[in-house]
């Protein structure tokens, strides 16, 4: 296991070895001619999103396809491959911004003949290719976008599924939380990103705040630009401000600096750390976050997944081939997987067959699918939204062991707009309808 | 050829030479060089600490502070902020004012420094400030606390980073108003040593109880010289002028001998002793072994077990396991002196502008150990004297910090800007000494 580790780690580390495998691939066959159910994997391979996001979600993809190529999946998917049809996936970068990777979307269906597409950490790709996977009517999966207006703004998606969260979700869930854990809690800060994902979580963020935790106050938001790098100043105002808690939506490799930088400058002594996405670097962060830092992983993902045969197996088969435990991008990218072949093994074709892009759209919408996160329900965004609970905890580093302690968990109906509301005016409304436990 | 002409002269021109070597020998063993390379460095400073004497405590703390404080500025750097690259020189000006300004001159023409910090006396502080205004150099003072530097004497190139004798003393008054609530009160009297630090405390304190509209009498004030080893007259005195309270200013080795000395006799029994700005220091603590004198009331500029906030524990502790010892307050003024010369350069972006640095410090807020939560200290543009928060208490027994079985506790805390002077007081002082007012008691020499 260690040389496939090693081999496969060398062509992830390159965007472009990625995409020359890409290229060989093209020229070799297409779906049809050689058998194969081809998969467009698209996922960051370079530039700060690749270590904490797209390296794991690729390394969960190469392995889950080797598994599953070989049959070795506990049941409901222990059929070998896609509906009994060997999985072929070609892997390509998803840096470059999003004109690019319309371009590569349209080369992955219309020269590599992939039969669906699954991929996307940025909000931005995601929106761009969500037209696009209309116009060519190829079934693709967004695995970990997290922006709410994938389908607010395209309500008529037929092809496009999301089978991760939104990022209301993310702070719904992160201010339900604080509300469950620090009741008492008066002094809020934040820093973001200065684009939408970083406006829109932070605006998510405060607006569930004076709902749920109304002594509070926001006593200072920053907005440094994204892969800015340095956050001194930044860290600075915020530490003079003395929060108790300090919200960010970073991610990546900003979200790897802001923690160093802050545990440095003696900002995460003060005020506890609450990272939206910050168990995309649990493997990694050992000594470099305080203990008592909270984390999420954007859903029942990585370490907040729960102990069942699925995921059990999952982490097996990850920490054997890369002597690293899953973090959630891993784990939502073999989410989509499972939904992939969840929806082509239902899809009411014979065994062996490559279901349509229609019919693989029909078995997804609205379905109940079981993955390594527990159960699925496509029930948002007219069937074409995953909706699921969200865990947060502490990050805890002790005798060279990462742990999450105070671990709290919200039902899906909990931190999740109802159909057709927008979460905003949910949040201003006083979350009727939530369904906590 | 002048030698042989005048044969005695010149022999003491050589003894001279042979005791200014020794001398400059002697200087060179107390100099510490600290962080960067002279080569590497984006900024000198130069710090003028007591190595030796009764004071040598708080020189050999505020070396560890500032050891802490690069510590911690290496750690921001490795985490990948753009810190200013600092060399820390400092030496022992022996608390002698004239032997201060020569090694400050020194660290100007010799080591290229662009910031003095550090001093203990505020005597000295006064000879070195001068300095710092006439050469332009930046003065960032960590310990010393005469009021009269800020406010009388303020300029430009001056600053000031831990709690003065103003801000101790109008916090010592708040604490005096509330008690005589309590006890009723009347009668006090106050000792203090007789240089700069001591008046100007006493006058600080009469102002600031003026303020509050407290009454009372005094009874006495009093003032030993400075390392005075015989208080037994003044403890007579303050006895014999039946004081209710008494507050005092003596600080370090001499508020611990009087205490000792006041201790052998009936004092404690009568009279409660109050120390605003030094006396809750952690020499104290140690010093007091397990007697917690009733009648205590203590305060310092900073305290090991108060706020008990990650960043005031996370600096106790990097001070005891880099020394094996708890700090006094001075450590963590020289730590935050360092600190704040950094982010004055972060801020201005460089050194080249001194306009740019003053600007730069003028206002600059600071996250401190000693900032309790929801408070940051800052730079008073007008004084250039640092806000800050102060906590007074009494005497408990409290063995968290070995080998101290004491420590102070039952804190009143005082909010940072109701101890600032008012801008109304400033100008009066300022005035007064500029000769137009007499509404101020004159700050005594």
Not at chain 2, 104 to 124: E, L, M
Not at chain 2, 149 to 169: C, K, P, Q
Request: hydrophobic fraction near 40%; charged fraction near 20%; glycine fraction near 8%.
């Amino acid at each position: 296991m260690k040389n496939n580790k090693s081999k496969f780690s060398k062509y992830l580390v390159s965007g472009v070895a990625a995409l020359a495998l890409a290229a060989g691939a093209a020229g070799s066959a297409s779906a049809a001619e050689n058998g194969k159910f081809r998969v467009g994997i698209v996922t960051f391979l370079s530039g700060p999103a690749a270590g904490p996001f797209g390296v794991p979600s690729a390394n969960a993809a190469k392995v889950l396809v080797d598994e599953l190529n070989k049959g070795n999946l506990p049941a409901p998917y222990d059929k070998v491959g896609i509906n009994g049809l060997e999985i072929e996936a070609v892997v390509i970068d998803e840096a470059g911004g999003a004109t690019k990777q319309v371009e590569e979307y349209r080369n992955l269906v219309q020269r590599q003949n992939v039969d669906a597409v699954i991929g996307y950490v940025s909000s931005g790709d995601c929106l761009a290719i969500a037209p696009v996977a209309e116009e060519l009517k190829t079934f693709t999966i967004a695995y970990d976008c997290g922006t709410p207006r994938l389908f607010a703004d395209n309500p008529d998606a037929q092809y496009m599924f999301r089978t991760g969260l939104d990022a209301s979700v993310d702070n719904i869930g992160a201010v339900r939380y604080l509300a469950a854990t620090r009741p008492d809690v008066t002094r809020l800060a934040g820093i973001q990103q200065n684009y939408s994902w970083g406006q829109d979580s932070w605006a998510d963020f405060t607006a569930a705040a004076s709902a749920l935790l109304p002594e509070a106050e926001v006593v200072e938001e920053q907005f440094p630009k994204i892969y800015q790098g340095q956050y001194g100043a930044e860290i600075s105002a915020l530490s003079v401000k003395r929060p108790e808690i300090v919200h960010s939506s970073f991610w990546g490799g900003d979200m790897e600096a802001l923690v160093l930088q802050a545990n440095a400058r003696g900002l995460l002594e003060d005020a506890t750390g609450l990272l939206t996405c910050g168990e995309a670097s649990f493997a990694t962060y050992k000594d470099q976050a305080p203990n008592g830092m909270i984390i999420g992983a954007r859903g029942p993902f990585g370490q907040f997944a729960p102990d069942n045969e699925l995921n059990t197996w999952f982490e097996g088969v990850y920490q054997n081939a890369y002597d690293l435990e899953p973090v959630y991008p891993a784990t939502k990218m073999a989410q989509a997987i499972l939904g992939l072949k969840y929806a082509a093994e239902n899809a009411g074709v014979a065994d062996k067959e490559i279901p349509s892009a229609e019919q693989l759209a029909a078995a997804m919408k609205g379905a109940t699918f079981e993955s390594v996160s527990g159960t699925v329900e496509m029930a948002r965004g007219n069937g074409h939204q995953a909706m699921q609970g969200i865990t947060y905890g502490e990050y805890h580093y002790e005798d060279g062991v990462a742990s999450i302690k105070n671990a709290v968990s919200f039902d899906g109906e909990c931190v999740t707009p109802p159909e057709g509301v927008a979460a905003a005016d949910w949040i201003a409304d006083g979350f009727p309808g939530a369904k906590c436990n | 050829m002048e030698m042989f002409k005048r044969p005695v002269s010149g022999c003491i021109t050589i003894i001279a030479a042979t005791f200014a070597l020794f001398a400059a020998h002697a200087a060179q063993a107390e100099r510490f060089e600290l962080g960067a390379s002279a080569q590497n460095a984006d900024a000198v400073i130069g710090c003028l600490y007591p190595m030796t004497g009764r004071s040598a405590t708080y020189g050999r703390d505020s070396i560890s502070g500032i050891k802490i404080a690069l510590q911690d500025l290496e750690a921001e750097a490795k985490s990948g902020l753009d810190v200013p690259n600092l060399r820390v020189i400092a030496d022992d000006p022996r608390s002698k004012a004239s032997y201060a300004v020569r090694l400050a001159q020194d660290f100007i023409t010799n080591d290229n420094a662009k910031f003095f910090c550090g001093i203990v006396s505020s005597g000295v502080a006064h000879a070195v400030s001068d300095l710092a205004k006439n050469e332009k150099i930046i003065m960032v003072g960590t310990d010393h606390a005469s009021s009269r530097l800020s406010i009388e004497a303020g300029h430009d190139y001056y600053f000031r980073v831990t709690n003065d004798s103003w801000t101790s003393m109008a916090a010592g008054a708040r604490y005096l108003r509330d008690l005589q609530k309590e006890t009723g009160w009347k009668r006090l009297a106050f000792v203090g040593p007789d240089y700069d630090y001591g008046h100007v405390s006493w006058t600080d304190l009469q102002l600031a109880l003026d303020e509050l509209g407290v009454e009372y009498e005094t009874v006495g004030d009093l003032w030993p010289k400075l390392y005075e080893p015989d208080y037994s007259i003044y403890i007579n005195a303050l006895q014999s002028a039946k004081a209710d309270v008494v507050v005092t200013a003596l600080w370090g080795g001499d508020f611990i001998a009087f205490i000792k000395q006041a201790a052998s006799t009936r004092f404690f029994e009568t009279t409660r002793l109050a120390n605003f700005d030094t006396g809750a220091n952690y020499d104290v603590m140690m010093a007091l072994g397990d007697q917690p004198y009733p009648g205590l009331i203590l305060s310092a500029r900073h305290h090991n077990n108060w706020p008990e906030t990650g960043r005031n524990k996370r600096f106790v502790k990097q001070f005891h396991d880099m020394t094996g010892r708890y700090p006094t307050y001075a450590a963590e003024g020289a730590y935050t002196g360092i600190i704040a010369i950094a982010r004055a350069i972060e801020k201005a972006g460089g050194v080249d502008d001194d306009r740019a640095l003053i600007t730069a410090l003028e206002g600059l807020q600071l996250a401190l150990p000693e900032d309790p939560p929801g408070f940051a200290s800052y730079i008073d543009p007008e004084t250039h004297q640092i806000v800050q928060a102060q906590a007074v208490g009494t005497v408990v027994h409290n063995e968290d910090f070995p080998p101290s079985k004491l420590m102070v506790g039952n804190w009143a805390i005082y909010d940072a800007e109701d101890l600032k002077p008012s801008k109304e007081m400033v100008k009066r002082r300022r005035d007064a000494v500029a000769g137009g007012s007499e509404a101020v008691p004159p700050p005594t020499p």
